[in-house]
């Protein structure tokens, strides 16, 4: 990626080895990778942004890319990744920054906003709203049954076990080019047959599917798959705040044929203010008509337009 200009680094953060990507100059943007990727997810905004006179940084988080892998289980809370992010923010030597977040990117944005509003200038959220600590509701056990892909995700093994067998080239096929309003399950015979054909997309080739894969051979995918295993870790241990607000300047987008933008009562809970309760600082939200999951890379330039349409007033504010 370097003849895109885009410049490599490793940084000590909390504990662990991090690495960034990163292109341009000024403010920061800092982008948080969902579920399967790392920094390479963000290639079109890194180049974009850094054109519109922005700093754009994407690390790869922990357990992805060329960051550490750390063994545990129970080093995947959202606590350590928020901690990750905020130490990183010390590394860089920023105090505040723009943050867009991505599927998992996003999950951790929104606890980062929680716990420390006072270093985001402003959030840009995808696919993935804010869904409030509930009572004694278990996130695991409040989903689609024990075929859905993140109940699968829990035993530790299996799951790895089945993209071996399937291959991670035809893994990431199948979830790159999931494009359906409804849930994504996979059921007890497994994810399919290494032998099945995957037509591509048109907003990704094979040559950046092998740069996936190559990636995901280095690393495997235990650290991804444990964020999901501490899903409900990550509940108990946010319960400090339960009843907090998110007051960060924020923009939601989500694609309308994302398989989220269909869950029970999210459309309500999204466009009728229901999420504003939780969220008082969100000020706008984006529908991409026609968009599935990964609208980052389906549609860069108008996600971009999103971001740049909210960064430059708060930036001119702080």
Request: net charge negative; glycine share 8%.
């Amino acid at each position: 990626m370097e003849e895109l200009g885009i410049k490599h680094k490793m940084l000590p953060v909390n504990e662990i080895n991090m690495h960034v990507a990163e292109k341009g100059e000024g403010p920061v943007v800092l982008l948080l990778h969902g579920f399967p990727e790392f920094w390479y997810g963000w290639r079109y905004q890194l180049t974009e942004l850094a054109q519109h006179g922005f700093r754009a940084v994407a690390p790869d988080l922990r357990g992805y890319g060329d960051s550490s892998v750390p063994p545990e289980m129970t080093s995947y809370t959202i606590l350590h990744l928020v901690g990750d992010v905020v130490a990183l923010m010390d590394a860089l030597e920023q105090p505040q920054v723009f943050v867009v977040g991505h599927d998992w990117g996003a999950i951790l944005a929104w606890y980062l906003c929680l716990f420390r509003p006072d270093q985001i200038k402003a959030l840009v959220n995808m696919s993935v709203p804010f869904i409030p600590r509930i009572g004694s509701i278990k996130p695991v056990t409040a989903m689609y049954g024990d075929a859905y892909y993140i109940c699968r995700f829990q035993e530790p093994g299996i799951a790895e076990s089945e993209i071996a067998c399937l291959g991670i080239d035809s893994f990431l096929k199948k979830v790159f080019t999931y494009h359906k309003p409804e849930p994504f399950y996979i059921p007890k015979e497994g994810l399919g047959s290494p032998n099945e054909k995957i037509t591509l997309p048109y907003w990704i080739t094979e040559e950046e599917i092998i740069y996936y894969v190559k990636n995901f051979e280095k690393t495997g995918f235990t650290g991804p798959l444990n964020d999901y295993r501490c899903l409900d870790l990550s509940r108990d241990l946010i319960a400090p705040w339960s009843g907090a607000e998110i007051t960060v300047p924020t923009k939601f987008i989500i694609g309308d044929h994302d398989m989220t933008y269909h869950f029970p009562g999210i459309q309500m809970y999204i466009n009728l203010y229901g999420m504003k309760l939780f969220v008082p600082g969100l000020q706008d939200v984006a529908v991409l008509k026609g968009v599935g999951h990964f609208l980052h890379q389906e549609r860069p330039k108008e996600v971009t337009d999103h971001i740049c349409d909210v960064t430059p007033h708060r930036f001119d504010r702080i």
